[in-house]
């Protein structure tokens, strides 16, 4: 694996430079480099992977730290990434499981029930509405990202964006049943699931896929082995336009690098935001990209415990969900809203280690805890050291009731409010998904009206990543799209 | 048994049958208007309130009255005349800080800058977009033949608009809580969130409605909505149709997989090939029709059974006192709503059956612009509240009424020791009187899928797309089943 | 942490264990059954040629009992109901509100308002509202098991085993045998009978039935024979051949596409989705109809082409041992059905001939063989 530094990357010329070396950008990358194009990656941290790099947060223990999963890299990306070649090997879907104290409730991928059918018409939706991005990248004319719209087919799933979630959970079965879709689905967000448009949320995304070690190395393996060059520790920090096209990518250090095509994965706001001066933006765009609404919901709690936790080996591989209770979100959702931390905060828990034993010591394990509902900044300030202290014990409070004596085997627990998530990710307002999951916000209107190609209004400009409709609902799909249109721009002479 | 032969039968003399059945009646058909309870009018209703007190229960203004009704039926002829032509908007917030909203855009600019000069900056391009809009979608509320394609940058706001809520547009334009809650005050009815999709478009509806000329107005008229009740009903007689009160109807009869006419409750069928429902679509399919006769399919996607609804309260008050803070006209629709936020926990706390903490309710004062509603020197207040839950006990019907005294009494001071009496209306009080809203709001459809059900020969004359006193269900149907609707 | 199973074995799943060979099991309707006990194409060999025993348990059944179940029924089946005396069934379709095939069934009439629906595919939520706008509240039958006993000896069999199976075609009739409850019925698609039997009874019913076989050679046949019975005799199945119609207001499958338009009554209105029904009749362009190979090997799912252009598309496919080649039931346009017609479609690889090949097929009537006659033997 060849890495610049930045001293190398100065005064190097590109045809395509991507910013930000997580799955999209990666997987674009790889397929930049294979289309003959002389590409780089420009990634802020040390390490690529994005989402899917993992921390040690305490010695010899490591997670995710900002979600445990991201979204399922269809088939199509993985075969034409080669990432079997490169060692990878997926986990298969992950069971649900929800806790209370008396009793529990599976949802298991392969057994039939009313919420795995649930769960696998929402996978086939994705699906569907995965390949519906794909034809409509490729079909002429190209359509620019806030362009004219013309009338187009409804998108898979698009009745979805009627309809409130809780209908579609109750048809699950009896109240834990509904209890526990809500859990699932809600993961990480603030949404109130009896407000029309909330069924939005069983989409983003349907299928997961667990980040593993290796997923990372993998993705980076596959950019650099097809050619396409890695340069990390660099931040972008300008794009430079010349007469109104890409011409330069210019970095933290000074230096700059040409290029013709910039594909940026960062979330759309920070894309436009602070990529560009306020005024070298169109009006409209700049009005549009504003109205984009970003903001996190989700803290993110890394445990390292002395033992594994007290659980049958089935239930270790599982997404817990803790006590789920259905009318928790709906109030959750509006005290977010308000700028208020939950009392109890709605909670699933992964024993990371038992899915991937390589994350912790032998004997020990990693518990990570994704809380929903909290908000980015609270009404009445920031997050102080003593009210992350408070989250946090009542958190580990909270995990405590469903497995006794998880607390007494505690070494370290690292909390991540939305700002942590926002600093650590470069995710605007803390939002891992790239976007507020609302029915203005999915399909054809993610980031905006006629944003299905990964082209933007500004020439040579692309988009990819969780602020597209692709990137929402698929790990890789946005960057092998943006990597095709780049391509297909750059041979033919376009103006994109 | 007997049976008596109709060209038409209208069931319920709200003023969707009451202009279904002048419109039938005009182009000479016989016309049956059959009215369970023992008043016409349905939700256009005033009611005594102590000696000398009248307030309007129902409706408390006019903003949807379609002009064309009131011009072809001459409703002015029957008795309709407006004391208030454009009743201004004014969002009453905290320490007197309000958001007036007139016609005129300057004064409404001026009143705004008291809140947040960014938000008096920005409202005339809003107003300006918000009404053009309005204009460029009237004709595919307003005619029963599908629209011409609009202009591409209407078209464009359009689509975008079908997906965004009110919270969303409004926050994206205004930064003053009050502003955007008194505004999106109108994007609660029949019980949507102003965070759902599509209700940024509940607001383009009512700006797209016309009252005495004025585009986007809520109205008064003499005598307050009842008496366009009366106005209809007179016209009606005028014409020839033949109004019985007292009879409810039991069901729609059927004659080879069509409507035939209807069977009252007293056993009296009445034979008409036309036949027109100013009830729900849920109750009209559900109850009226045979079981199943409109598609089992059809059956399961009518809307379920309200969880919110609102809630009525009529004051009779011994004065009035005045507004705290800055100046606002007494004529107005005033709106009391502190932010969007509070709003969204409302809707969530009434869902779940409770009370919300904050209440965002609607208030007029109708004697300010007809003195004769009340003794003299003397007032009625008629307040709406919204959202509550559908259910309310005793006890928080109590609780209501003097929250909602309290949150009166702090915009004007002194009102709570002003309350003569004051009647409280819960949901199922007012479902029971009028019968449910039920309709869901539906402006996505055209009329024909408004009004058309899946039995030919019957027809919905009061689906409105959004619930409000207006007469238009009621001419289309009328023009569409003459017509030979498809 | 204790949870309902979501498979379940049928009440005759102790006997079926003991003589299946090769632990061939498949699941259908959520129940456990033998795929083959040793060789379906025996077993089928068998339907035809003595009697055979097979575990019809997983058939979806409904109660629909009370005031207003003829009303209902007839606003729900495309066939009139009320004429039904009791102890009779007939076989119809219901139908989504724009004429898309929902199910089939046999609806059998127990009393003045008792009635039973047995059919292959659930469909309770929908029926269950339905029901519901009649003040309705169907029921499944629960705990109960099914076995069906089909073959040239089939009656001779069951008056062995002491039953009374002097029964009209769609007929019914419960009787008590020897101590216990059952149902003995004529409703299946293969000339044979029916006998239903309390859960608990499930035993008591195979031995007794395998005993007074035993002269005639019956021997128990699993799910694949009874699949190619079915193909043989023309009857396509849902979930196997087709999907049924599950979305609301589609108004595919229609009845004339999947060959079952002779389950709708002309003369009869006001069932639903009956405007959606007349327009199909007029509009579908799709016809249920019977392939042969030259061959042996079969080719289920395949399209068909006739002059290198599409017409229709192979459904479930088998080898065939009473015809000893392979057929299919297929989907073809209007203008090919013409029996005698050729087509061809391409062969899946197999392990005799690992490449693709082309094969020319003829069009046949349906059924390619009528259903054993039960009183022949």
């Not at chain 2, 009248?54 to 006019?62: I, N």
């Not at chain 2, 702090?410 to 819960?426: P, W």
């Amino acid at each position: 694996m060849r890495a610049l530094s930045c001293a190398e990357g100065r005064g190097l010329r590109y045809d395509a430079c991507v910013i930000g070396a997580g799955a999209d950008g990666l997987s674009a990358a790889a397929m930049l480099a294979r289309a003959g194009l002389k590409t780089v990656v420009v990634e802020r941290g040390e390490q690529p992977g994005g989402r899917c790099a993992l921390r040690e947060f305490h010695p010899g223990f490591r997670a995710a730290p900002f979600t445990d999963s991201i979204a399922a890299i269809p088939p199509c990306v993985f075969r034409a990434l080669d990432l079997a070649r490169h060692g990878l090997v997926l986990p298969p879907p992950q069971a649900s499981l929800s806790m209370w104290p008396d009793r529990a409730h599976w949802i298991r991928p392969h057994r039939p029930s009313p919420a795995a059918a649930l769960a696998q018409e929402m996978s086939r939706l994705s699906d569907a509405a995965i390949a519906r991005g794909r034809d409509d990248a490729a079909a002429p004319p190209h359509r620019p990202l806030f362009g004219r719209a013309p009338a187009a087919a409804p998108w898979p799933g698009e009745d979805l964006l009627a309809q409130p979630l809780a209908e579609r959970a109750r048809a699950a079965g009896d109240t834990d049943a509904m209890a526990h879709v809500l859990a699932a689905a809600l993961e990480g967000h603030a949404i109130d699931p009896d407000l029309r448009g909330s069924a939005a949320a069983l989409l983003a995304p349907a299928a997961r896929c667990l980040i593993v070690p290796g997923l990372a190395e993998a993705l980076a393996a596959a950019a650099t082995g097809a050619g396409a060059e890695l340069m990390a520790g660099a931040e972008a920090t300008e794009v430079r336009l010349l007469k109104d096209r890409v011409a330069a990518l210019v970095l933290a250090d000074g230096g700059a690098i040409e290029t013709r095509a910039v594909l940026s994965t960062l979330d759309l706001k920070r894309t436009f935001l602070t990529l560009f001066a306020w005024d070298a933006l169109p009006k409209p765009l700049a009005g549009r990209v504003q109205a984009f609404r970003m903001e996190g919901a989700c803290a993110r709690l890394l445990i390292a415990l002395d033992r594994p936790p007290a659980l049958a080996p089935e239930a270790m591989r599982a997404g817990i969900r803790v006590a789920p209770d259905a009318r928790v979100f709906a109030d959750a959702a509006a005290a977010w809203r308000a700028g208020m931390a939950p009392e109890r905060p709605p909670m699933t828990l992964r024993v990371v280690s038992a899915v991937a034993p390589a994350l912790a010591p032998a004997g020990k394990a990693v518990l990570t805890a994704t809380l929903g509902a909290i908000p980015h900044r609270l009404f009445d300030g920031a997050w102080t050291n003593e009210r992350r202290e408070k989250l946090r014990d009542t958190a580990l409070a909270m995990i405590d009731a469903v497995l006794p004596g998880t607390r007494d085997a505690v070494l370290a627990a690292e909390l991540l409010v939305p700002a942590d998530i926002e600093e650590g990710l470069g995710a605007t307002g803390g939002d891992v998904w790239g976007g507020e999951i609302a029915a203005d916000q999915m399909f054809a209107m993610r980031p905006g009206l006629g944003a299905a190609a990964p082209r933007t209004p500004v020439g040579g400009l692309y988009l990819a990543g969780g602020s597209t409709a692709s990137g929402l609902l698929g790990a890789g799909v946005s960057g092998t799209l943006a990597a095709e249109a780049i391509a297909a721009d750059l041979k033919n002479g376009r103006r994109g | 048994m007997s049976a008596r032969a109709f060209d038409a039968v209208v069931v319920g003399a709200g003023v969707g049958g009451l202009t279904a059945a002048c419109y039938l009646a005009r182009s000479g058909r016989k016309v049956l208007l059959a009215e369970a309870r023992n008043r016409l009018g349905g939700r256009c209703e005033s009611i005594a309130l102590g000696e000398g007190f009248t307030a309007p229960l129902g409706a408390h203004e006019l903003h949807a009255l379609d002009p064309r009704v009131a011009r072809e039926l001459k409703l002015a002829r029957h008795g309709l005349k407006f004391v208030v032509r454009g009743m201004a908007l004014a969002g009453l917030g905290h320490g007197g800080r309000h958001a007036l909203i007139v016609r005129d855009v300057r004064d409404t600019v001026r009143n705004i800058a008291s809140l947040s000069r960014a938000d008096a900056d920005a409202w005339p391009a809003f107003h300006a977009e918000l009404f053009a809009l309005a204009r460029a979608l009237r004709p595919r509320w307003w005619e029963a033949r599908p629209p011409k394609p609009l202009a591409r940058r209407h078209q464009e706001v359009f689509e975008a608009l079908r997906h965004v809520s009110a919270a969303a547009w409004l926050d994206s334009r205004f930064e003053s809580d009050v502003l955007k809650a008194t505004l999106a005050f109108d994007a609660t009815v029949a019980g949507y969130s102003p965070y759902e999709p599509g209700s940024a478009l509940l607001l383009v509806w009512r700006a797209a409605q016309e009252m005495c000329g004025l585009q986007g107005v809520s109205a008064w008229p003499m005598g307050g909505p009842a008496a366009l009740a009366a106005a209809l009903a007179d016209a009606a007689k005028a014409q020839g149709v033949e109004i019985r009160t007292g009879a409810a109807v039991e069901h729609v009869l059927m004659q080879d997989e069509a409507a035939a006419g209807v069977a009252l409750a007293s056993g009296e069928s009445i034979a008409a090939p036309l036949v027109f429902s100013s009830l729900s679509r849920r109750a009209t399919l559900g109850r009226l029709a045979p079981a199943g006769a409109c598609g089992f399919e059809t059956l399961a996607a009518l809307a379920h059974e309200p969880v919110t609804g609102e809630a009525r309260i009529v004051l009779a008050l011994k004065s009035l006192p005045p507004f705290n803070g800055m100046a606002v006209p007494a004529t107005a629709r005033f709106v009391l709503a502190e932010r969007l936020e509070s709003q969204a926990a409302a809707w969530s706390a009434a869902h779940a059956g409770r009370l919300p903490d904050e209440l965002t309710l609607e208030f007029v004062i109708p004697t300010a612009a007809e003195a004769s509603l009340a003794p003299h020197g003397q007032h009625v207040a008629s307040v709406l509240v919204r959202p509550v839950p559908a259910a309310m006990s005793a006890a928080m019907k109590t609780q209501l009424t003097a929250r909602v005294t309290a949150a009166l009494d702090a915009q004007m001071s002194g009102l709570a020791g002003s309350v003569a009496s004051a009647e409280t209306f819960t949901p199922a009080e007012l479902a029971a009187r009028y019968g449910h809203p039920g309709n869901a709001v539906d402006i996505h459809s055209n009329w024909n899928q408004r009004i058309m059900t899946t039995i030919p020969g019957l027809y919905l004359c009061g689906a409105e797309p959004v619930p409000a006193p207006s007469g238009r269900a009621g001419r289309i149907a009328a023009a569409l089943a003459l017509g030979g609707g498809k | 942490m204790s949870e309902r199973p979501f498979v379940l074995a049928t009440p005759f799943h102790v006997r079926a264990a003991a003589l299946n060979r090769d632990n061939a099991w498949a699941v259908r309707n959520g129940f456990t059954l033998s795929a083959a006990y040793d060789d379906a194409g025996d077993e089928a060999l068998a339907a035809r040629q003595r009697v055979v025993l097979a575990d019809i348990s997983w058939r979806w059944r409904l109660a629909v009992e009370g005031g207003r179940a003829v009303e209902f029924l007839s606003r729900l089946l495309t066939r009139d109901p009320a004429k039904l005396e009791p102890g009779q069934a007939l076989k119809a379709l219901w139908l989504g509100d724009k004429g898309g095939v929902r199910g089939a069934c046999a609806l059998a009439r127990y009393g003045r308002e008792s009635f039973r629906v047995v059919s292959a595919a659930e469909d309770e939520t929908w029926i269950f509202r339905a029901a519901a706008a009649f003040g309705l509240a169907p029921a499944p039958v629960a705990d109960e098991g099914g076995l069906a006993i089909v073959g040239p000896y089939a009656r001779a069999t069951l008056a062995a085993a002491g039953l009374d199976a002097d029964l009209e075609p769609l007929g019914f009739r419960k009787l008590f045998w020897r101590g216990l409850d059952v149902t003995l019925s004529r409703w299946g698609e293969h000339g044979g009978y029916e006998i239903w039997c309390q859960s608990d009874d499930g035993l008591a019913v195979w031995d007794r039935l395998m005993r007074a076989g035993g002269d005639f050679g019956i021997q128990a046949a699993g799910l694949a024979a009874m699949d190619l019975l079915d193909i043989e005799g023309g009857v396509a199945r849902p979930g196997r051949d087709y999907l049924l119609a599950r979305e609301a207001f589609a108004a595919s499958p229609s009845p004339v596409a999947l060959g079952l338009e002779r389950l709708v009554d002309d003369g009869w209105k006001g069932f639903n989705g009956r405007e959606g029904w007349l327009r199909s009749r007029l509009t579908e362009k799709r016809r249920l109809a019977g392939i042969v190979f030259e061959g042996e090997t079969p080719a289920p799912f395949t399209p068909l082409l006739r002059e290198g252009s599409a017409i229709g598309h192979a459904l479930s496919s088998a080898y065939s041992p009473a015809m000893r080649r392979a057929v299919a039931l297929a989907q073809v346009d209007i203008s090919a059905i013409a029996p005698g017609t050729v087509l061809s479609l391409t062969l899946p690889p197999g392990r005799d001939l690992p490449e693709l090949r082309t094969a020319q097929v003829r069009v046949a009537d349906l059924p390619f063989l009528k259903p054993p006659d039960p009183i022949a033997g």
